[in-house]
C-alpha cells in the first residue's frame, strides 16, 4: 500500500469515527442514559480506530487515535478543566494504539481483533478513571460517594465498559468484511 492510499485508509476510518460519534451524540438525547453529564457516553465511534490499530499498528494507531481524540474534543465542545485536554482526550484516546499489543499475543486473526478492542478499552479507560481521580474527584460528593477512587471507576465504567461490548458486537459482526477493506489504486 502507498503512502498516499494508507493516509487516505486512516483519514477515513477517523472521519468514520466522528460520525459515529455525532450520531451517538444524538442518539443521547432520545436516550439520556446513553450520556452522563460531566462527559462520556456510550459509542460505537472507536471501532474505526480500532479497525487502525488492528491493521496497522502502534504508531499509527497512536496517530489515528490521538487525531480522534482532538476532534471529539471539537465536537463535545466543552472542556471541564485544561488537564482533561490531555487525560480524556489526546491521552485516552491516543495511547489506544499501544493496544497492537493484542496482535502481538494472538496475530492477526479474531483473537487478535477482540484483543485489540479489549485492551484498547481498559487503556482508555484507565486514563478517564485518572481523570476522575486528579481532575474531577470533587465531584465524588455529588454521585454520593466519600472515596474518589470508586466515584471514578464506577463513573467512567458506566460508558467505556458498555462501549466496550457494543463495539466488539459489532466487530465481530463486520471482521470478515473489515479485513477486506483495501484502499488501493
Known amino acids: ?71 471529539n474534543l471539537m465536537l463535545d465542545a466543552q472542556l471541564w478543566h485544561w488537564g482533561s485536554f490531555f487525560l480524556d482526550y489526546l491521552f485516552a484516546f491516543g495511547f489506544i494504539g499501544f493496544a497492537y499489543v493484542g496482535v502481538l499475543l494472538f496475530g492477526k486473526n479474531i483473537k487478535g481483533f477482540i484483543a485489540v478492542i479489549v485492551i484498547g478499552s481498559f487503556i482508555r479507560l484507565f486514563f478517564h478513571f485518572l481523570s476522575g481521580i486528579i481532575l474531577f474527584g470533587d465531584y465524588a460528593g455529588d454521585y454520593g460517594f466519600d472515596n474518589v477512587f470508586l466515584y471514578s471507576i464506577v463513573y467512567n465504567s458506566y460508558y467505556v465498559i458498555p462501549s466496550m461490548f457494543l463495539i466488539l458486537i459489532v466487530g465481530l459482526l463486520l471482521f470478515e468484511r473489515l479485513k477486506k477493506i483495501e484502499f488501493s489504486r
Not at 494508507?6 to 455525532?22: K, P, W
Open 1 to 71: 500500500m502507498n503512502r498516499t492510499n494508507l493516509l487516505t485508509e486512516i483519514a477515513v476510518m477517523i472521519s468514520f469515527a466522528v460520525v459515529l460519534e455525532a450520531v451517538f451524540t444524538g442518539l443521547s438525547a432520545f436516550f439520556p442514559f446513553l450520556a452522563l453529564p460531566y462527559g462520556g457516553r456510550v459509542s460505537l465511534a472507536l471501532l474505526p480506530i480500532f479497525y487502525v490499530v488492528y491493521k496497522h499498528g502502534i504508531r499509527l494507531g497512536v496517530m489515528a487515535g490521538a487525531s480522534y481524540g482532538l476532534l
